[in-house]
Nanobody
Framework: QVQLVESGGGLVQAGGSLRLSCAAS????????MGWFRQAPGKEREFLTS????????NYADSVKGRFTISKDNAKNTVYLEMNSLNAEDTAVYYC????????????????WGQGTQVTVSS
């Protein structure tokens, strides 16, 4: 089992930045690839980005490429999501997830999930 806890969400103005954190505990964090997803009201959960177990390989959805950056600190058992140039369409609950294929973009391909953290962007 892997337990994931997201933090860092909140209210930010359009054009601003936020950094989300996802702290992991339980089974060896180093063994897992990690992903970030988000879900807005009335919409399906959307893949944003993922990173492989070592932190050397990443994958991004086109909607966030160039604005969001994922990173992984195995020493701290934490994965981060740096978000820049935020706009109202980025308003959603953001989730981190752990899996074994960093190139996976479907939520069912990830085994463990955090509870989510709300990000609200005011225009």
């Amino acid at each position: 089992q892997v337990q994931l806890v997201e933090s860092g969400g909140g209210l930010v103005q359009a054009g601003g930045s936020l950094r989300l954190s996802c702290a992991a505990s339980g089974r060896t964090f180093n063994n897992y690839d990690m992903g970030w997803f988000r879900q807005a009201p009335g919409k399906e959960r959307e893949f944003l980005t993922s990173i492989n177990w070592s932190g050397r390989r990443t994958n991004y959805a086109d909607s966030v490429k160039g604005r969001f950056t994922i990173s992984k600190d195995n020493a701290k058992n934490t994965v981060y999501l740096e978000m820049n140039s935020l706009n109202a369409e980025d308003t959603a609950v953001y989730y981190c997830a752990a899996g074994t294929n960093y190139y996976a973009t479907n939520s069912y391909e990830y085994s463990y999930w955090g509870q989510g953290t709300q990000v609200t962007v005011s225009s």
